[in-house]
């Protein structure tokens, strides 16, 4: 397994930007699928985003498409979620999330390690 560690979230109002940060430690990690996840109070755990391990294939989940743009540095061993025209259905707790494997899956049950969880508020 890998330890994550997600930072960067906060309150913000509709419409602002916000950025998060993971950070990985633990296996070698330009060969982990990253991912986010996020969940809201009552809801199952939702994909966001993912990035396969040479960073070259991204997939988005449809309710944040053209909004969220994830990246992977792997010198520094860190994943990050830039967060764009943000609404109140947004709001969620938001993981970091990785599997061994070369591709990027869109259920939380594939995913063998995940950070804390990090508050993200959208509200006016």
């Known amino acids: 397994q890998v330890r994550l560690e997600e930072s960067g979230g906060g309150l913000v109002q509709p419409g602002d930007s916000l950025r998060l940060s993971c950070l990985a430690s633990?296996?070698?990690?330009?060969?982990?699928?990253m991912a986010w996840f996020r969940q809201a109070p009552g809801k199952d755990r939702e994909f966001v985003a993912g990035v396969k391990g040479d960073g070259d294939s991204i997939y988005y989940g449809d309710s944040v498409k053209g909004r969220f743009t994830v990246s992977r540095d792997n010198a520094k061993n860190t994943m990050g979620l830039q967060m764009n025209s943000l609404k109140p259905e947004d709001t969620a707790v938001y993981f970091c999330a990785a599997r061994v494997g070369r591709f990027v899956l869109r259920n939380a049950i594939d995913y063998d390690s995940w950070g804390q969880g990090i508050q993200v508020t959208v509200s006016s």
């Open positions: 633990g296996r070698t990690f330009s060969t982990t699928v």
